[in-house]
């Protein structure tokens, strides 16, 4: 979601006369689009902030000016303390105040102090935007692979969370609003696009004649865009799964095999601690149904070790969950406790030496279970959207309908395209794959993901 944003702040900026720079050096100003999920995320920033006070004074030195802006997570968390740990800092603003960049710009470069903008405005920061969609920094070819930001914030408030916090209360884009920005991104030659949302299955978007789309629906009238070949969603909340979201993975060709489901603990005990809203068995239940309707498709969760209070036993018990499920991907972190959540409050904090023993126990399992999977797919046909330039001469980087990343060599005519790859070798973070060519020696290019070819 933070590299969607940044590209609509760059559609916010480009009317007032900014483009987007690969280069920090000389840049009119800088923007750290910034996460708090994680502790370390968060002092990244201040470690990136204390570089780049060195090119601010360096470029005022010169006579020019460089603006020096923390945005997102971050700063709607930590606004303040930013400003007292960083006064070099220019503006401070939120992700539901981005629409307002021109306004701050012109605030900042007065020298009228730093700009503090971190409330939740009434109004919808999308209602503003300009219509166009940048598609900054994602791949060398972004154009062809697209996020969409479908729904923000969150109401579940789990414990160790943040984002409802930062984020807000969550909001559903209007339907027809969504289906306008898939369009243009359709038209502007993207192929593959993610919606997103902090809770994307909690989508609950008002439509035209009244009525109200999940996002089951919302996927089949994506599906129906000419030009749009493949689609994904991220991330998901187990508990509202629902039966028209595990038809659209049956029913629609274009829905990409592969779910990104967090779990986040295999112990009902640990899972009611968070304040998740399903148990064990409940996510055992979810994931036969899936994968009853889309038999190969490829799962991917989240889990955290050492939530306070947890045992021997809680831990096990996700190790055994993860063991049954078998996953293709999985992120899995150590608690980190986030300033003004619940969890963070509790009394029974584990032990740092017991959090990185579990958390390699845990990533030993599925590490391994990552690279079964690869592996199974050797031998397999997968068609594979090119999308950039591998570090070596000749090798092109794409991604598979399971979200592999496939290496392959082929002519940079090829970027761009979905292109059917036999595959040679699984490792255990990627693939590699020979082109499938016809009988006269060209490559097979394809624009349906209808086959199901590696169940």
């Known amino acids: 979601m933070n590299v969607y944003d940044s590209a609509r702040m760059a559609d916010v ?23 708090h999920i994680r502790e370390k995320a968060a002092e990244k920033v201040y470690s990136e902030l204390g570089r780049l006070r060195n090119l601010k004074a360096v470029r005022e030195q010169e006579g020019g000016q460089m603006i020096l802006a923390v945005a997102g997570c971050v700063a709607q968390a930590e606004g303040e303390e930013i400003l007292r740990r960083a006064p070099y800092v220019d503006m401070v603003f939120g992700p539901q105040t981005y629409h307002r960049l021109p306004e701050m710009v012109v605030r900042a470069s007065r020298a009228a102090g730093a700009v503090l903008d ?13 219509s166009h969609v940048q598609q900054v920094g994602h791949t060398e070819l972004a154009n062809k692979s697209a996020f969409l930001t ?7 408030f789990c414990t160790f969370c943040v984002v409802p916090y930062t984020r807000g209360a969550e909001f559903s884009r209007p339907v027809e609003e969504v289906l306008r920005e898939a369009q243009r991104l359709a038209e502007d030659g993207v192929s593959e696009i993610t919606l997103l ?3 994307v299955n909690c989508y609950h978007g008002s439509a035209t004649e009244g009525s109200e789309w999940g996002l089951g629906r919302l996927i089949e009238a994506v599906a129906d865009i000419s030009g749009v070949e493949r689609i994904r969603y991220t991330t998901s909340y187990p508990a509202y799964v629902d039966d ?8 629609v060709p274009k829905l990409m095999p592969y779910l990104h489901l967090p779990v986040q603990s295999g112990s009902d005990r640990i899972l009611q601690a968070m304040n998740r809203q399903h148990g064990a068995k409940d996510y055992r239940g979810l994931v036969a149904r899936l994968r009853g309707a889309r038999p190969d498709i490829a799962l991917s969760s989240d889990f955290i070790v050492g939530f306070p209070g947890e045992t021997e036993i809680d831990f096990h018990e ?24 619940p969890a963070a409050l509790l009394e029974n904090q584990v032990d740092e030496d017991i959090k990185v ?40 980087v794409g991604r ?18 979905i292109v059917n790859l036999m595959v040679t070798d699984g490792y255990a973070n990627s693939l590699r794959a020979e082109a499938i060519l016809d009988q006269s020696g060209q490559t097979i290019s394809t624009q349906t993901n209808s086959e199901r070819v590696c169940a």
């Open 400 to 417: 598979s309908p399971y979200m592999q990343a496939v290496h392959t060599e082929g002519s940079d005519d090829l970027l761009g395209t």
């Open 118 to 130: 971190i409330d939740f405005p009434a109004e919808s920061k999308f209602d503003h935007l300009p």
């Open 150 to 156: 479908i729904q923000e914030g969150c109401d579940k």
């Open 357 to 396: 023993e579990r958390l390699a126990r845990l990533q030993e399992v599925l590490n391994r279970q990552q690279l079964v999977f690869n592996e199974n797919c050797v031998g397999k046909a997968l068609p594979v959207l090119l999308d950039r330039k591998g570090r070596e001469p000749g090798q092109l």
């Open 244 to 251: 028209a979201l595990i038809a659209a993975h049956r029913d």
């Open 13 to 35: 900026l480009a009317p007032v006369g900014y483009a987007v720079s690969d280069q920090v050096d000389g840049a009119d100003m800088v923007i750290l689009n910034t996460c």
């Open 197 to 199: 949302g902090q809770n």
């Open 318 to 341: 996700t190790l055994t969950l993860v063991e049954d499920i078998e996953f293709a991907q999985a992120y899995s972190f150590k608690y980190s406790p986030r300033p003004g959540t």
